[in-house]
Each structure stands twice: as C-alpha cells, then as structure tokens.
C-alpha cells in the first residue's frame, strides 16, 4: 500500500514549477525511459500496490493528475481545492486528466473544467460542489 499525504494542511500538491519542466522531463525520463509524466501516472495507475492520495489543501494541474491515477481518494471536507488550471496558461493537461477526468465525470463536464481552469472550491456538504468533487474522489473526511 501506498499513501500520498502532505505535510502541509494548506497545499496537498500545487501543480510544477513552470521554469523547472524541462527538468521535470529530464528526470521522468530517467525513471521511464520518456520525457513525461504521464507515463509515471499510467504506472502508478496500473500497479500492485493500491495507492491512496489524503487530500488537504490545495492540489492543482500535476498533483490533480497525480491524485486521479491513485486507486483511492479521500479528500478533506472543508479544505480540499481541485483545479486543472492548464488552460489558464494556454495548455492542456498532459499527465491523464483528460481521460480520468472524462472517465469520472463525463465528457461536457470534463470539458467544462479542463477548459475554464475551474476551481473546485472548499469542498462544503451537501452542495453541488461536493457532488462534483465526489466524482473525483471516493469520499470525503
């Protein structure tokens, strides 16, 4: 078992230094063998070890990949913050969010917050927005 959690109750994982991506590249090729994390994420994703991201805070672009290719979520009633915020910068996810998040979610919902950099805020009970981040996550704390 593996169990993603942060050390930081406000920021479970932000997104990557953008100056540091080819770095980032750099050393996803070293562990893979490709230039990219998503390859790393499609690993987590399909491996033995059941994986678990605890979600406080803060987890955006990257870490929201991260957090969809565990096998479990569980994200904190009050603080957790979910955003693909790639289209704020002209991108589109790269590392499996279109695909988990379509999986989820379904495509025009999917679109919907890949597209606008949609912040799911402060996931509160028994409002919509915990109904979208139920999607995402497999319960909330």
Known sequence: ???????DPHCFISHVEVT?????????????????IALLFRRLSSS????????????RGAGCEL??????RFAARGSAVFSQMEAAFGLIPGGGAAQSLTRRMGRGRALEVMLSALILERVLAGTPLETQS????????
Do not use: N, W
């Open 134 to 141: 139920l999607y995402v996550c497999a319960r909330l704390y």
């Open 67 to 72: 957090v969809l290719a565990c096998d479990m």
């Open 48 to 59: 033995r070890l059941v994986s678990i991201a605890q979600i406080e805070g803060r987890v």
């Open 1 to 7: 078992m593996l169990i993603f959690s942060s050390a």
């Open 20 to 36: 540091k991506v080819k770095e980032y590249h750099e050393e996803a090729a070293k562990l893979s063998g490709e230039p990219t």
